[in-house]
């Protein structure tokens, strides 16, 4: 075989305190080739990247001197980008992987990719019938186990209390929605459009409202109060929420997608409520609940999936030139569901 493009999206440019702009912070590139036959694997193996993963935080990898924790790493000027990522290996002269093995971990935004090693690799042994290996990057993958991680350590949910989530047709926010109900709680949810809001309701939010639209403060002072806070945008809407707590309500502050293209983050001005509602506040990072939730999680979801309690919505973007759409989308709030790339198909 000859070789064949090995196209890639490189970062080139920290954006400072907007949005990142495409072809100048970051950019596609088609220049480089790759011999999936003949290309030295040096012990390692030769992976096709089939689906990478958008998330919101790899806005804070475009961070000069990074984020305060410190799995948040910038990313390196003139590299590919590199995010949970879905693959085939092709050739292997690994003892563990096997050509034809599908796999799971950090993969660089590029079609193809030798790894020297299986450092931050998981093999995938099955999926649930009818369900795309996409999946492993979303409900089954990072976002899915951060919902059923912060969930199950922080919620203590009882029957008939009442969950408020904002980005609740989200990729974390969508799967909180189904925990929360599979709980017997009330949920009310807020999204960023029509067609969110309803799919927040086809996903079994008892209230769904568009924040962008609605009043926020009215609607939880009508549905509430709140018992539980599941809040992955930050901002107004978190201020709301404290105002419209019950006693004892535990907050899961999973992330502040409001606040990551803003110089200024917005300046929560009623955290003395945290002291007369004596509400608890739990910030967490997934990585941390990993070693006990996870293999729960590997069981549990899986079986959710499949037996349809648990279901889950992807925004497909197709091909790795279109990358820097994808990222735009996600942090202006125009991805509809878990946002995939598909860079290949099998
Ligand atoms: N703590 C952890 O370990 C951890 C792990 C994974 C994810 N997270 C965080 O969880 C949150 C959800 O992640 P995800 O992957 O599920 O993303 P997502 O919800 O699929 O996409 C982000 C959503 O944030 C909302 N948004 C964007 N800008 C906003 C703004 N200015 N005001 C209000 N909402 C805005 C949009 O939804 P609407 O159109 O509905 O507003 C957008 O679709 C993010 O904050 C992410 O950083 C944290």
């Given at each position: 075989m000859s070789p064949i493009c090995n196209a890639r999206v490189l970062f080139k440019e920290f954006p400072g305190s907007d949005y990142p702009v495409v072809d100048q912070h970051l950019a596609y590139d088609d220049s480089q080739t790759v011999d999936p036959v003949t290309d030295p694997l040096d012990g390692g193996f030769l992976v096709k990247v089939l689906y990478l993963s958008v998330d919101p935080y790899l806005r804070r990898r475009m961070t000069p001197g990074g984020a305060?924790?410190?799995?948040?790493?910038?990313f390196a000027i003139n590299e590919p980008l590199v995010n949970y990522g879905?693959?085939?290996?092709?050739?292997?002269?690994?003892?563990?992987?096997?050509?034809?093995?599908?796999l799971v971990g950090f993969l660089p935004f590029q079609e193809y990719v030798i790894l020297p090693n299986d450092d931050g690799i998981t093999l995938l042994d099955s999926k649930p019938d009818g369900i795309s290996w996409s999946a492993y990057i979303g409900v089954l993958g990072m976002p899915g186990l951060t919902a059923y991680s912060?969930?199950?350590?922080?919620?203590?949910?009882?029957?008939g209390e009442t969950v408020f989530v904002t980005a609740a047709?989200?990729?974390?926010?969508a799967v909180v929605v189904q925990l929360a109900k599979l709980s017997g709680c009330k949920v009310i949810a807020s999204a960023g459009s029509e067609d969110k809001v309803e799919y927040a309701r086809t996903i079994g939010a008892d209230v769904a409202f568009n924040w962008k639209k609605d009043n926020t403060r009215e609607i939880l002072k009508r549905e509430g109060p709140i018992n539980i806070c599941w809040d992955n945008v930050g901002g107004e809407s978190l201020e709301a929420a404290l105002d419209a707590a019950a006693s004892h309500a535990r907050f899961?502050?999973?992330?502040?997608?409001?606040?990551?293209?803003?110089?200024?983050?917005y300046n929560v001005k009623n955290l003395q409520l945290l002291i007369w509602k004596e509400i608890h506040f739990y910030g967490f990072l997934y990585l941390s609940l990993q070693p006990k939730h996870g293999p729960a999680f590997l069981r549990d979801?899986?079986?959710?999936?499949?037996?349809g309690e648990v279901k889950f919505k992807e925004h497909l973007t197709r091909g790795l030139a279109r990358a820097g759409d994808a990222l735009l989308d996600v942090l202006r709030g125009g991805n509809f569901g878990k946002s995939v790339i598909v860079v290949a198909e099998e």
């Open positions: 305060p924790e410190e799995s948040i790493q910038p879905v693959g085939v290996v092709l050739r292997s002269e690994h003892a563990k992987i096997k050509a034809g093995s599908h912060g969930w199950n350590e922080f919620s203590r949910a009882k029957p047709s989200g990729a974390v926010g899961i502050i999973c992330g502040s997608a409001s606040n990551y293209n803003t110089g200024t983050p979801m899986p079986r959710h999936v499949a037996a």
